[in-house]
């Protein structure tokens, strides 16, 4: 696998599960100049090249994997999000097969058919193309129960700056919820009559599965990374009681500001949580309604933050500046619920939108963005500037810049307002990442130096 973040995938930590136990090797290179991914790649001689391919970095992807077979006759798969969703990507030169879906069952069936020399154009999940034919697989039903994946190995990111992020967990998968700018909704049209869309494994086995990160990562609190949480209240009590008896270390999760009912965080608190992750997004209720598909309204969210530090549980929200129909006074709103909501961590990014996503539709239609728009028009960071039209970009940048100071410092709006009616600068975006990192530390309790180091491997 050749992968272009320097940060943990669990997609592939599954991956590597799944084919070790099937008789197969498998490795991991974490980028660091094309150069030295084609030494590796000629050191190792592997069957197949794989990248989980995320749309953002589908751009940079492709021009390395053409890079690649410039050099050498080695099949290439992408797998991933990018794929799945937009399989004529295999049209691409440097594409020889996509894996569609969940990989555990078909990549492990795919190395064994290349190492006893058999064709693989029939295994469900992936397109195939050879000879200039492109054979269009279905997908295999979801796998569930989900404990019958093999268990999480995180051996293939051994000694790689990879495990400077704290241990990850993704006891859920799936997500029931629609948002505009999100690929779930998607996602679940495409396994529509395969299989549940929302699955947990056992509580024991999320465990086990936690046990197996803290074998690679430095102990600190744990980074519960799925959607879900609160949907099923009675597994979330057995999971966290086995997760205090085994672990009992502080944890952050994702939660949908609907599902923080005073049961569930009642039920967190006692489990000692550290912080809670909660989407804002926007404080404009007009703009979560209309253009983002999410329905709470500014006092729920009130709510839901004083229910959380009356618990002594800190929040970081996810909020995003330079949406579709957005006005200024609009973003302003969202500085202004955060500052309602006290929250400690507050995260902004300038809006991406993913082709695909009703949101995009919208923004087209609204003249935001050219017909045509695609993958290849969009930045590979969310802290770039924004691609909307009928937006002035350097208000935008300059919003972001100082997104977290106005919520934190609020007597400083009359302030801030003058500095992002200038020139965005280099004192600025230094500022901006000097508290972006801040907080982003904070919010999770990262030690400082292995914070450091993920930073300077992760500039953007």
Known sequence: MVQLQIAPYVGTAYLNAATRRAGHEFAVHLVDGHEKTLGRIAAMKPSLIGFSCMTPLANKTLSLAAEIKKHFDIPIILGGPHPTLFPEVIQEDAVDMICRGEAEETL??????????????????????????????????????????????????????????????????????????????????????????????????????????????????????????????????????????????????LLEPQLATETFVDLIAKHRCHCVALGVESGSERVRREILNRRYTNQQLV?????????????????????????????????????????????????????????????????????????????????????????????????????????????WRSLLKFLVSRKPNLLYRLWFSWVYVYLHRKSENRKLIPYIKYVLRNPQ
Not at 160 to 188: D, E, K, V
């Open 108 to 253: 492990p069936e795919l190395l064994t058919a290349i190492d006893r020399g058999q064709p693989y154009t029939g295994i469900r999940n992936l397109w195939v193309k050879q000879q200039g034919q492109i054979y269009r697989n279905p997908i295999r039903p979801l796998v569930d129960p989900l404990d019958n994946i093999p268990l999480i190995d995180w051996s293939c990111y051994r000694g790689t700056a990879a495990l400077n992020s704290p241990p990850l967990a993704f006891p859920i998968r799936g997500c029931p919820f629609s948002c505009s700018y999100c690929f779930n909704a998607p996602l679940r049209k495409i396994y529509a009559g395969l299989g549940r869309p929302v699955r947990h494994f056992s509580a024991s086995r999320s465990v086990q599965e936690i046990e197996q990160a803290l074998e690679f990562f430095s102990p600190s609190p744990v980074l519960f990374a799925s959607d879900s949480f609160g949907i099923d209240l009675p597994w979330m009590s057995d999971f966290l009681d086995a997760y205090s008896a085994r672990i009992d270390l502080p944890f952050v999760l």
């Open 303 to 411: 709510a839901v933050a004083d229910r959380l530090h009356r618990r002594n549980i800190k929040i970081r929200t996810y909020n995003m500046v330079g949406l579709p129909t957005e006005t200024e006074a609009e973003l302003w709103q969202t500085i202004d619920v955060n500052v309602q909501m006290k929250t400690e961590f507050p995260r902004g990014a300038i809006f991406t939108p993913l082709p695909g996503t009703q949101i995009v539709e919208t923004a087209l239609r609204e003249g935001y963005l050219e017909e045509g728009f695609s993958f290849k028009s969009i930045p590979t960071t969310i802290l770039s500037t924004t691609v909307l039209k009928k937006l002035d970009r350097d208000r935008v940048t300059n919003l972001l810049y100082f997104f977290q100071t106005a919520i934190l410092f609020p007597k």
